[in-house]
């Protein structure tokens, strides 16, 4: 039995890992559980699995589920940053889900493998803003991190029996998002509703625009850098609409692994739980025969500036990739509140990172203090435009 603790347990991930567990009650025990704002759902989790612990945004939250929980349920309930510390820390814990959306992921991730947990990693902010001092964190205190990205577990699924030393590249696939054959001019007038309609992912509003502008991809090839240690010219990416292929990795000898399957989370999740098992999933079987076609095309940096602009500040390092994620979520928030325009997202970005002067990350303090710092510059480029 392992026990796992999810931090975001009502978003995406979250509610695909609750599957997973639901599916193998005898495998899995959940023990703890974090989310925003979303009570009702979380109270649903509560009644189910009884967890030891929850944690929710704010202390309001925390009295109201209080009320509503069945008399005979013991869950401790906490709140705000210290309460998603404690459920990232519990001594039940074997493994932590690392499913919160964005930056706010970084420290109880940070805070979990201080104490020694494996992370079941979902939170890519994590990996790009402070990927050298996670990955070797982790290795000093002898722990897995185990990626859920359906781009980053089939790169790990395809070096699996193979020696690291003969690999030559990776390639991270994109499924381009729903604007892959928009012109530009055509991209000037994307709405918020058009942006969220991804063609293969149910995904949180945060990544599924992520997806649209490429900048989901470019925060991927940061990631992967970090994960599996490698250097820049090792990763390619390409556009692949039907998301069949998730990713594959070349060697020496010109060999390509590839890893196929469905599009849908339940497949990472349950082997980054279950590694190195491939456990037995509801999911339909891949019909090749059905789907007949699978296309390829190189990403097009003029229509999708976020894509480079994630290039260049790994090639900056140090605080720059903190600084583009830091822009790239306030401005990916102005535009779903319809503040500023579908193009004017990487123009942000642009300008936040072109005023920012890279430091050397060596403390987590250094991250945030940069994260902090992009989201101000980013608010006050936003204002300009007004």
């Given amino acids: 039995m392992k026990n796992i603790s999810i931090l975001g347990s009502t978003g995406s991930i979250g509610t695909s890992t609750i599957k997973v567990v639901r599916s193998n009650p005898d495998r899995y025990r959940i023990v703890g559980l974090s989310a925003g704002n979303n009570i009702d759902l979380i109270g649903q989790q509560i ?23 069945s008399h005979d349920i013991k869950t401790e309930i906490y709140w705000g940053k210290d309460g998603y510390k404690k459920i990232a820390v519990m001594d039940e814990a074997d493994i932590v889900v690392s499913a919160i959306s964005g930056a706010a992921g970084l420290v109880p991730t940070y805070e979990a493998i201080l104490k020694k947990k494996d992370i079941a990693l979902a939170n890519k902010e994590t990996m790009v803003m402070a990927g050298a001092i996670i990955m ?98 090792q990763i390619d990416v390409l556009v692949h609409p039907e998301s069949i292929i998730h990713s594959m990795v070349e060697y ?39 789907i007949k076609s699978l296309h390829f095309y190189e990403t097009d940096p003029v229509k999708f500036r976020c894509l480079r602009l994630a290039v260049d500040a790994l090639k900056e ?18 535009f779903l509140n319809e503040e500023i325009s579908f193009l004017q997202i990487p123009e942000i970005i642009e300008r936040t990172m072109s005023a920012h002067r890279p430091l050397a990350i060596d403390s987590i303090e250094t991250v945030i203090e940069a994260d902090s710092w992009a989201r101000t510059k980013a608010l006050n480029e936003i204002m300009k435009l007004e």
Wanted: proline share 6%; hydrophobic share 45%.
């Fill in 47 to 69: 009644e189910e699995f009884r967890p030891v612990a929850i944690s929710v945004s704010q202390e309001a939250q925390a009295q109201v589920l209080k009320s509503r929980l």
């Fill in 252 to 290: 020496n000898d010109g060999s390509v692994i590839a890893q196929m399957g469905v599009p849908d989370m339940i497949t990472p999740i349950s082997y980054a739980l279950s590694y190195p098992e491939h456990l037995k999933t509801d999911l339909p079987g891949l019909r090749l025969e059905a």
């Fill in 136 to 233: 070797a964190l982790a290795e000093d205190k002898g722990i897995s991190i185990l990626p859920v990205d359906s781009e980053h577990s089939a790169v790990f699924q395809c070096m699996q029996g193979h020696n690291r030393a003969d690999l030559r590249r990776i390639i991270l696939t994109a499924s381009g998002g729903p604007f892959r054959d928009f012109t530009l001019s055509q991209l000037e007038n994307i709405t918020p509703a058009m942006a969220l309609k991804h063609p293969n992912w149910e995904m949180g509003k945060k990544i599924t625009i992520d997806s649209a502008t490429l900048m989901n991809k470019g925060l991927e090839i940061i990631e992967a850098k970090w994960l599996f240690n490698l250097d820049l010219d």
């Fill in 317 to 334: 390092g140090g605080s720059m990739p903190a600084v583009l994620n830091g822009a790239n979520e306030i401005a990916v928030a102005s």
